[in-house]
């Protein structure tokens, strides 16, 4: 090799590789054999300085890499801060570098202001002039409430126009519930990347749902986080705060008495809190979010009718609540049943109607194909009620036609003392019955024909095989407790005594065995003892939660497509080896989780696959896929369960369509 000391000279690190010394020279056989360092103010100055000096070393057949260098260039040309000029701008013209995350704060385009809202000194703060809204001896009521699962229902169905509303109306009627007037509202947005048309469709939406609300939307901010967020990841928060005079506060618990009425103000919008239920029935749904909506919805697909938005009950409910004629006044988006219970005292109870009030069809479709009781959904679904007041018996038909100027109302039930048996203090009466009436797929023919009783689908008894190595218990016991979860988890084995997942499970009342590999002979009568275990508590899916025995090919084949696993690599599997490290050392780009049928020979038919970006490191991919199995794990469950999944008989994963 020539040319080494002149480099060295320019300053320059070489790093050897594939050389050796020999005879007082520096020889190579070829291969990767150095690397040039240099080390300067800039990186543009620093890869010039490279390329100089690689340029100056010399040997039969040398070649390298111009290349280098190039990709941090393009990053550092980008922006770090994105301004609201670049936000209408193409994605190469904003973006960010490497972990920092790039974000602008300021005065929202189309901001809406009221009375004693502004915004000045150049973007950093606005201010609010109570006494210039008209108050005296005002108390400040604030709230702050994120869209969840909602928003990504709304990403897949690439509908942003609805959401900004629906996030105004969880703040703005919580403010209500304690009898303020809303002042102005903030917002924050963050997201794996930017998307101009997205960000301005949500400003409008929420510029729009305040002028309806008579409050200000004074700012947002906008984050754009860099990886591991995905890019298609969003987040959307709201803060509001209202005022209301000293004195004013909705008297609520301590007024509530017994004969008292309720009456429900109508609604057909699903709230952002419930969406978790309804991703989970839309896995295992025939339909899409693109299909035609169920009933009589018109034109709309079924995505345009969950997202329907959320209502605002201000400024018109406003001066009825401060009539002093209503009680209590409570929104449903934690459902029916607990938004109702926040305002009664722990000494009453309530009886409800459900054919009292016009369900929406939606509400109809879900307890269907969800396979929910009516327990369940009053537990998550507000029912086509948004929220009910408390008012006294003899002045509810009064106060019930002052809003039924406004909009649908209803009298849906009285409070009354609590009942004799244990369970919810909120009865609804009748809900099943008004989900099968107003439901599109079960009109009756005949008003007169007895309404026959809907059969319960029966859920599917679940083992779990642990040793004490799994995270996935937990998960799986928390999803199999969710209303329209078609798994019951039955038993857990371990091989080892004392592991956590037994106390996990003991806390959790589901029964527990120890078969311990080290007191049985061979293989197969290790698992002949949790065959026979299995079949006395009746099991149908078996799930591995870090189960680290080899089963049987005998014990395979009896439970063929029954056995789910989850490995952490995406299909196919790594074998032979560290499913951490492995990928960093590869040239796959990509790592991840799979759940899996367990087949033998062959390593299985995928269910669920959970992609994850690049690590840094392997904790960092270790920490990632344990997350990302605690995500695949339940879902992969619930669809072999509903029998949306399901192993062929060609040995590959079968969906219903």
């Known amino acids: 090799l020539a040319g080494l000391r002149q480099a060295q000279q320019l300053g320059l ?69 994105v301004s609201p000029a670049q936000m209408s701008l193409p994605g190469p013209h904003r973006g960010v570098l490497g972990g920092f995350i790039s974000h602008e704060s300021h005065p929202c385009p189309v901001c809406v202001c009221s009375t004693g809202g502004r915004s000045e000194g150049g973007g950093f703060a606005a201010f609010f002039d109570l006494k210039a809204s008209g108050y005296h001896d005002p108390i400040l009521v604030s709230q702050t409430k994120g869209l969840g699962p909602k928003l990504q229902v709304a990403q897949v169905c690439k509908r942003h126009d609805t959401i900004g509303q629906d996030l105004v109306a969880l703040c703005v009627n919580d403010l209500l519930a304690q009898g303020a007037e809303p002042l102005f509202f903030l917002s924050h947005l963050s997201c794996g990347k930017l998307d101009a048309e997205v960000m301005d469709t949500i400003k409008e939406g929420i510029a729009e749902a305040c002028r309806s609300a008579g409050c200000a939307f004074l700012g947002e901010e906008v984050t754009e986080v860099a990886a591991p967020c995905p890019p298609g990841l969003c987040t959307l928060a709201g803060f509001a705060v209202g005022a209301l005079e000293r004195g004013q506060r909705l008297p609520g618990l301590q007024r509530a008495q017994e004969g008292d009425v309720l009456l429900g103000l109508g609604s057909a919008s699903i709230p952002g809190p419930a969406f978790g239920l309804v991703r989970r029935i839309l896995l295992t749904s025939a339909l899409l979010c693109s299909s035609p909506a169920p009933g009589s919805c018109g034109d709309s697909t079924l995505g345009d009718v ?118 919810s203090r909120i009865e609804v009466e009748n809900l099943a019955e008004a989900l099968q009436l107003s439901s599109p797929q079960q009109l009756p023919k005949d008003s007169s024909a ?29 999803s199999a407790r969710e209303p329209g979860s078609s798994a019951q988890l039955v038993l857990v084995i371990s091989n ?130 344990q997350e990302a199995e605690l995500r695949a794990f339940p879902l992969a469950l619930q669809l072999v369960a509903s029998g949306a999944a399901w192993l062929g008989a060609h040995g590959r994963t079968c969906w219903r369509r």
């Open 306 to 423: 969950l997202l329907t938005p959320g209502k605002m009950f201000s400024p018109a409910l406003l001066p009825v609540l401060r009539s002093g004629h209503v009680k209590g006044f409570a929104p449903t988006a934690e459902g029916l049943l607990g938004g109702i219970s926040r305002v009664l005292p722990e000494h009453l109870s309530a009886v409800l109607d459900a054919l009292s009030w016009k369900i929406p069809e939606i509400f109809c479709w879900l307890y269907k194909e969800g396979n929910l009781s009516a327990e369940e959904m009053a537990q998550t679904f507000p029912c086509g009620i948004g929220a009910v007041l408390v008012v006294q018996k003899e002045l509810a038909q009064h106060v019930l036609q002052d809003i039924q100027r406004q909009q649908e109302a209803w009298l849906i039930g009285k409070v009354v003392a609590p009942c004799a048996t244990a369970g």
């Open 13 to 81: 690190q070489v790093f050897h590789g594939g050389t050796a010394l020999k005879d007082g020279r520096v020889v190579t056989s070829g291969g990767r054999v150095l690397s040039v360092t240099a080390v300067r103010q800039d990186l543009m100055e620093a890869l010039g300085e490279a390329n100089r000096g690689v340029a100056t070393i010399h040997f039969q057949g040398a070649t390298f890499r111009r290349d280098i260098g190039q990709r941090g260039l393009r990053l550092l040309r980008r922006p770090l801060c």
């Open 496 to 625: 080892k005594p004392g592991v956590e997942e037994l106390r996990s499970a003991a806390r959790a009342g589901i029964p527990t065995r120890v078969i311990d590999h080290k007191l049985y002979g061979s293989r197969s009568e290790f698992d002949s003892t949790i065959d026979r275990v299995l079949e006395e508590f009746s099991v149908e899916l078996i799930c591995l939660s870090g189960f680290m025995r080899v089963l049987s090919s005998p014990f395979l084949r009896k439970w063929k497509g029954k056995i789910l696993n989850a490995s952490p690599s995406l299909f196919p599997l790594i074998k032979d080896g560290n499913a951490h490290q492995d990928p960093l050392e590869s040239e796959f780009q990509v790592a991840g989780c799979t759940v899996h049928f367990v087949l033998e020979p062959s390593a299985g038919a995928a269910i669920r696959r959970e992609p994850l970006p690049p690590a840094d490191s392997e904790a960092a991919l270790e920490e990632r896929l």
């Open 450 to 478: 007895e309404e026959q009783p809907r059969p319960v689908r029966r859920k599917v008894k679940v083992a779990v095989l642990v040793s004490g190595a799994g995270t996935a218990l937990s998960a799986l016991i928390g």
